[in-house]
């Protein structure tokens, strides 16, 4: 079992930036590939980012590279996402999630979701 509790979200102008942490519990959390997700009004959850087990793979959609950057820290239990030169579209609830072995870009493959934390860009 693994619990993820997402942090970081708030009001942002669009060009700015924000940093969103998800903490996990439990002892096996680099046993997990893990993901960003994010959901807005109206649209079904769509992928952001992706980071492997050991952090030396790392996965994102084609609307957020060069934008935004995954990252973990085994020894904190905690994947992180940067996100840079902010977009009104990239408002929407972002969640942190976990699966077992290899990272997926596939929301319905992951095991275990964070609550969501609400990111809203202003224009």
């Known amino acids: 079992q693994v619990q993820l509790v997402e942090s970081g979200g708030g009001l942002v102008q669009a060009g700015g930036s924000l940093r969103l942490s998800c903490a996990a519990s439990?002892?096996?959390?680099?046993?997990?590939?893990m993901g960003w997700f994010r959901q807005a009004p109206g649209k079904e959850r769509g992928f952001v980012a992706a980071?492997?087990?050991?952090?030396?793979?790392?996965y994102y959609a084609d609307s957020v590279k060069g934008r935004f950057t995954i990252s973990r820290d085994n020894a904190k239990n905690t994947v992180y996402l940067q996100m840079n030169s902010l977009k009104p579209e990239d408002t929407a609830v972002y969640y942190c999630?976990?699966?077992?072995?290899?990272?997926?870009?596939?929301?319905?493959?992951?095991?275990?979701w964070g609550q969501g934390t609400q990111v809203t860009v202003s224009s």
């Open positions: 999630a976990a699966r077992s072995v290899v990272s997926s870009t596939t929301p319905t493959e992951y095991d275990y």
């Open positions: 439990g002892r096996t959390f680099s046993s997990y590939a």
């Open positions: 980071i492997s087990r050991s952090g030396g793979n790392t």
